[in-house]
């Protein structure tokens, strides 16, 4: 009998002792050692520059620096776009360049190690040391950018800014991460870093990489094929950090976006409930970490105007989150005129002044609506219910209101002068659709005292003319 035991047992044990003995691949070493970058702008860019230079480019794939304006200087706030697996810097444009842009930051746009290479054997080399070399380059060419870096990811960017947050808390200050890649969303993923996982993978797939159908825009960017060995070391990555003592290490604002529209419809890369989890487990206050679900997004990659069906929700929640739990305030570009400055103006040319219409113009009606609540913003804008104009223009009107005035009309006016502070609240209430309203990177006519909303009324009945839009033909007050 126990030799029957034997004869059945010794093979199976045989067989299992030959799993466990089977290739696995190495444990990642995270070096803790932050690289040092050059300081100034002309030296940053030269470094980088260097750094490219080293390799054979996809083109368009390069990292770069994207400065906030043309001085170059160190802006208040940084931000560090780290691309996910297999993509580049286009798996987050426009998101990345809107949002840098919006909050006057500069950006650094990260080429992650082996990645947007023009070579056969694709993400060959690729392994989670690597990874970390390059994301540690990535954060302190960021802090040489802006006294605050924010770090702004998809995908295994996102892994890659959470171990950064936890490993270095003073010099992150906030992440905003698209689709983070906490657990990849396969059943069988695990395998691929345990025992003989590589070999396994390739009698899966039949051959030593992965290939994808060919697409002539996406190939510019992502990889449309690259090796299995790849594969194996980014689930080694995803399994030895994305861990709960990493997660509570991470103290910074948190702003996590995901694909989600049912339990059927959801991100079909990376999986959500493990982002959820992920969340939970932060270290960070609770009332300065978020999670949105973008369900009009359609995939893994919210960020990029390749394949993403809903950017305007993705920049909104970033934006919304930047202002409310960073308190960020936009950056259009514009510098409004100070008071000293703007007595100076008037001292140097009076036609500048800008003039008091109810004073200056008899029997001028005012309905200030943006004193009230009665406007498409729904909220008060001005403190008190005045209308100011230049002079040139007050005096044109006043020469108006007489003509009127003699046919039995009279002039309202609903608005004049216009703060840009109004200017920058309409156009985010509008959610940057400029179709209506001004753009505060331009400024309006409003701005600089030179237009007015008004109508006209029936002196007699005190009743408003109606007044046509020769575009829409229909009435617009």
């Known amino acids: 009998m126990n030799k029957k035991i034997m004869y059945f047992t010794f093979p199976v044990i045989l067989l299992v002792a030959i799993y466990f003995m089977g290739p696995t691949p190495s444990t990642p070493v995270y070096d803790p050692t932050m690289p040092t970058v050059p300081q100034t702008a002309e030296e940053l860019e030269k470094y980088v520059a260097l750094q490219e230079s080293k390799h054979q480019l996809k083109p368009d794939n390069e990292a770069r620096i994207i400065w906030a304006d043309s001085s170059k200087k160190k802006t208040p706030y940084?931000?560090?776009?780290?691309?996910?697996?297999?993509?580049?810097?286009?798996?987050?444009?426009?998101?990345?360049?809107?949002?840098?842009?919006?909050?006057?930051?500069?950006?650094?746009?990260?080429?992650?190690?082996?990645?947007?290479?023009?070579?056969?054997?694709?993400?060959?080399?690729?392994?989670?040391?690597?990874?970390?070399?390059?994301?540690?380059?990535?954060?302190?060419?960021?802090?040489?950018?802006?006294?605050?870096?924010?770090?702004?990811?998809?995908?295994?960017?996102?892994?890659?800014?959470?171990?950064?947050?936890?490993?270095?808390p003073q010099d992150v200050y906030a992440m905003i991460n698209m689709s983070p890649n906490i657990e990849i969303n396969d059943g069988n993923a695990w395998l691929l870093n345990n025992p003989w996982g590589l070999q396994i993978a390739r009698k899966v797939i039949g051959g030593d990489s992965r290939v994808f159908p060919p697409d002539s825009l996406k190939d510019k960017y992502w990889n449309n094929n690259y090796r299995l060995e790849a594969i194996v070391q980014l689930q080694e990555l995803?399994?030895?950090?994305?861990?709960?003592?990493?997660?509570?290490?991470?103290?910074?604002?948190?702003?996590?976006?995901?694909?989600?529209?049912?339990?059927?419809?959801?991100?079909?890369?990376?999986?959500?409930?493990?982002?959820?989890?992920?969340?939970?487990?932060?270290?960070?206050?609770?009332?300065?970490?978020?999670?949105?679900?973008?369900?009009?997004?359609?995939?893994h990659v919210l960020g990029s105007h390749v394949v993403s069906k809903d950017l305007p929700a993705v920049l909104q929640a970033a934006e919304k989150f930047a202002r409310e739990k960073l308190k960020m305030k936009p950056d259009y570009g514009l510098r409004p005129m100070t008071l000293p400055a703007y007595k100076a103006s008037v001292e140097s040319d009076p036609a500048n002044e800008l003039v008091d219409l109810e004073k200056f113009i008899p029997g001028v009606v005012l309905d200030i609506k943006y004193a009230t609540e009665d406007n498409f913003t729904k909220s008060k804008i001005y403190k008190s219910a005045r209308a100011f104009a230049r002079k040139p223009v007050a005096a044109a009107l006043?020469?108006?209101?007489?003509?009127?005035?003699?046919l039995g009309y009279g002039i309202k006016i609903?608005?004049?002068?216009?703060?840009?502070?109004?200017?920058?609240?309409?156009?985010?209430?509008?959610?940057?659709?400029?179709?209506?309203?001004?753009?505060?990177?331009?400024?309006?006519?409003?701005?600089?005292?030179?237009?007015?909303?008004m109508t006209i009324f029936d002196l007699k009945t005190k009743a408003d003319l109606t007044m046509y839009n020769r575009h829409f033909k229909k009435c617009i007050f």
């Open 78 to 168: 940084s931000v560090v776009y780290i691309h996910g697996f297999s993509a580049s810097q286009e798996e987050g444009d426009p998101i990345h360049e809107s949002f840098a842009k919006k909050f006057g930051c500069n950006l650094y746009l990260a080429r992650m190690s082996d990645h947007g290479v023009d070579t056969t054997n694709q993400l060959l080399y690729f392994s989670p040391d690597r990874w970390w070399a390059s994301s540690k380059e990535a954060l302190a060419i960021g802090k040489a950018l802006g006294d605050k870096v924010i770090l702004m990811s998809t995908s295994t960017g996102g892994t890659m800014s959470i171990m950064l947050a936890a490993a270095y």
């Open 414 to 453: 609903f608005d004049g002068y216009r703060p840009y502070s109004a200017t920058v609240k309409f156009y985010e209430v509008m959610n940057g659709d400029s179709t209506y309203v001004a753009s505060p990177y331009k400024g309006s006519r409003h701005n600089r005292g030179c237009a007015l909303d």
């Open 238 to 299: 995803v399994e030895t950090a994305m861990t709960a003592e990493t997660f509570k290490k991470v103290t910074c604002p948190s702003l996590t976006l995901y694909y989600y529209k049912s339990e059927t419809e959801q991100d079909p890369t990376v999986k959500v409930s493990a982002m959820k989890v992920m969340n939970e487990q932060l270290g960070t206050p609770a009332d300065i970490k978020e999670m949105v679900a973008i369900p009009g997004a359609g995939g």
């Open 398 to 406: 006043l020469k108006a209101q007489k003509e009127f005035n003699k």
